[in-house]
């Protein structure tokens, strides 16, 4: 429980002390002061003394009133500039501490904030302190200085960790669950949780009612976005594997064969490798450089033959050379042509998709407005024509035909078979063709290899006839390269087999994982907690005499679990909508008394998670009757264990505050004449 014990607000000015202490018990606390007289800045200053004041708009001492930093009037006409300001605050769970925070200070930034072990307000005794900062990095998560991380373990709260936009985990900030039982004036009564802070992360509002609740699904939830971010890893780390054997793939003109480019469990990691081109067939790269190694010793044990002894053995070469050249080029060209084809064939492949793509928006377009144009009574939307009350067709056919053309809803389920007919056409295109390209790129290689291997062999043939064979020696020592280079890429790609093993055993546990995640991610009791919550609701609904829509109508959202209104469409389909949408001013306001009194309950029923405090600046909104504001704090007053503070002006009347609260059992704190005001000599 979170129990606000007292408040004292410091104001030092050029013509002396100013200042304002309160004090505050359990159950209903009512706060009366007419308009102007400070209400909003003693409700404003609890929220900063909490390190709250984000719930009005920003950070820091600018969100404070200007009595507390700029400048006093008291009495009426008489301005005081302020020197220096604090507030203290004295706050219970099982024990109790004194915060205090400047507002206006020369020496002290606002993000400092001292911590005094004790009641210093209602016990005037000496107590140690400790300074902590907030609103700054580490604020939340610092364990020794951090303000918030200090907070979160004094309300003994253990925050769950959420994620976050950017897709990593974070803990639930403090300032986005404080909206859920402190609702402030001007944003706070505009819409659910209206004014919660936003810190990147996904779905706040039903992380805030998971964790006051105590509902098992925070686990559940929290489970399968690890997992989904563990997922993100693993495909960005599949990625880099992946483009890692195409670049050894590509360095000896080879094609990957047995890998997908995405994330998949592989079972045989023998059908995963490297393939090359050799004399009319395909062999493994080791197989290749087995082959080269075995040519390499034959010849390595041979004295160079002289240029002379080797003529007539360039000239047969040279001959083939001149032949495999021919051959290759042939092979390039027929190649190239087919890869034209392949892309006239991609290009119609896309052209057709867009064609597809615009029929299928102009069919579900006319398809919305039929849909739409069936509610209404005229005779044009019951397809008939209110000229000659002839039917209308959805087909230019003459009437006499009897051949039924396709329907709208056909035309659109055909079209969308097309498009995913097509994607899957430009899909194999497109490996086809990049396929075809590495080919391409291979034939030219070879081409550029085979025409330097024509010039070193012509330039041989005229060299002296009794010098070694340079072309021969050099052979040799292109053959040693390649067969070390071949080594080493396999030995890579062995290491790489190694990583991608390690890294599918990771992804076939994730997927064993989510396989395991429960089909019903709400347990019994969050079932049950759930029900409690919409059973409250709807009897605070009734209480609070709202009428705006059909109270059996009304449930709550299964994403965010805050209300909603189902409604029936034309077509007798079942939607549902924010009930913000389909109450007046005066219900909606309603509706947030309601919810906030309902999570609070069902907290206390299930001891949850809830601190059993609420704070609300002017929750009488939109000329609500003072009849039903009075049946709000009857309601309230029943939390004689837990703490409500209610900050009202009861329209600035004796009479309305008499019939708003007469046979409630509250105490009254009463601001009069203003908040601030000279402080007692003592």
Known sequence: MLKIRAIKLEVVTVDGEYGAEYFFDNGLNIIRGNNSTGKSSLFQAILYGLGFEELLGGKNEKTMQSVLKDEVEFPVGAFHKVIQSFVYLEIENRDTVTIKRSIASEARKSQLVDVYFGPLLTENKPLDSKPMYVHDKGGASDEIYGFHSYLASFLEWDLPEVMTTHGNFHKLYLQQIAPAFFVEQKAGWSDFFATTPYYEMRNTRARVVEFLLELDVFENQKLKQQLYTQKQVIGSRWDGLYFQFLQLAYKHGATLKGLEPHPTIITDFKNLFLTVPYEDQTLSLPEFNQILMEEFNKTEKLE????????????????????????????YELLSSEMNFDLEKLKQYQLQLVAVNDDLKKNKGAFKVTILGAALPTKVANNICPTCQQPIKESLLPHD????????????????????????????????INEKQRKMENYLNSLSDIRQTIRDHKKELIQDERLPSTLEIQRRLKAKNRIESISRTVEEFSALIEDLKSLTQEFSQILKKEKALPKEF???????????????????LNIFKYSSSPIKKI??????????VEKITASN???????????????FIRCIWAFTLSLLDVSLMFKANHPQLLVLDEPKQQDISMRDFKSFLQELSKYETSQILVFASFENLDGSFEEATNGLNFKLKR??????????VS
């Open 401 to 432: 035909i009897e051949q039924r053309p396709m329907g709208i809803e056909e035309n659109i389920s055909f079209l969308e078979a097309q498009q995913k007919m097509l994607e899957v056409y430009i899909e194999g295109q497109i490996q086809i």
């Open 573 to 587: 389909a079942s939607t549902f909508q924010k009930i913000i949408f389909d109450s007046s001013a005066s219900d």
């Open 671 to 680: 601001i009069n004449p203003k908040l601030i005001k000279p402080t007692p």
């Open 304 to 331: 160079p033959h002289k240029v002379g002894e080797n003529v007539k053995k360039n000239e047969e070469e040279l001959n083939k050379l001149v032949n495999r050249l021919n051959k290759t080029s042939l092979n």
């Open 555 to 564: 449930h709550l959202s299964p994403d965010n679990y805050l209300p909603e």
């Open 522 to 540: 709400f347990s019994d009791t969050d079932k049950e907690k759930l029900e409690s919550l919409k059973d409250r609701f709807i009897q605070l």
